[in-house]
């Protein structure tokens, strides 16, 4: 059944604008929504929760085959809340230390591992949009339509920036310029899924583009790949 529910995968650096895109895709299209870059930092929070050290490399794929983690969606605010052994976490987790310690603890091979039938678990009818790095190489590559989000590392620690002060997270623009730099080169040059477009991938280049002309463009090919979907969403919503 799993085989024929569709998929769409947005992968793409920190802040080239994939996560406000998979968002709006899902609550376009109805469809589930996996942010698989909350589950490394759960992971990261986790590890420092319970002691266990970055380096600690069998400790963390076992805490990532037992993580108690659980995504929670709130519509109204877009947010999706991180519950973690029972504690909302959802602001702990954006931190640019816990994303720089996720990137960390994603190049291990047994962590991936441990966490690789968890994000396939998300898909689910009627459909699934999945953010990352490696959803269309590697956890989804069955996907019917990849998108590969890129943008300039100047604009995107603006954007960043920006996202962190609404949520009323403390940065320094300098200091997430370089972060999100050394993050790009760890996490473009790990050997195991790096962060590379899948060979079928359509790739834009954000740097130039609002969020509505990123949005535009991706509904464009949506309707081009799943002609039914906004169809029957157009039905429904009688747009
Ligand atoms: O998307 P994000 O900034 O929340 O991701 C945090 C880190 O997690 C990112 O720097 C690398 C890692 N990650 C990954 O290796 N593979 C994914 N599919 C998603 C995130």
């Not at 992971?43 to 990532?64: F, I, P, Q």
């Not at 990849?146 to 100047?154: G, N, S, V």
Request: aromatic share 6%; glycine share 8%.
């Amino acid at each position: 059944m799993s085989s024929i529910t569709p998929i769409i995968t947005v992968d793409g650096p920190s802040g080239c604008g994939k996560g406000t895109l998979s968002v709006f895709l899902a609550k376009k299209l109805g469809w589930h929504l996996l942010d698989s870059g909350a589950l490394y930092r759960v992971l990261s929070l986790a590890a420092k929760l319970h002691a266990v050290r970055l380096d600690n490399h069998s400790a963390l794929e076992v805490l990532g085959q037992h993580l108690d983690v659980c995504f929670e969606f709130d519509e109204n605010t877009n947010v999706i809340h991180a519950v973690l052994e029972g504690q909302d976490i959802t602001h702990e987790i954006r931190t640019e230390s816990c994303g720089s310690d996720a990137s960390k603890i994603a190049a291990i091979p047994g962590v991936r591992k441990a966490l690789f039938e968890r994000q396939r678990a998300f898909l689910e009818s009627p459909g699934l949009i999945a953010d990352g790095r490696d959803m269309g190489t590697v956890i989804f590559p069955e996907a019917q339509l990849k998108l590969f989000l890129d943008a300039d590392p100047a604009i995107r620690a603006k954007r960043r920036f920006n996202q962190l002060q609404a949520m009323g997270v403390n940065a320094n623009l300098d200091d997430l310029f370089l972060e999100i730099n050394q993050r790009d080169i760890r996490d473009r040059q790990r050997t195991i899924s790096p962060l590379v477009p899948a060979e079928d991938a359509i790739i834009i280049d954000t740097s130039n583009l609002s969020i509505e002309e990123v949005v535009a463009r991706s509904m464009a090919l949506v309707g081009g790949v799943f002609p039914d979907v906004l169809m029957n969403q157009k039905k429904r919503t009688g747009g």
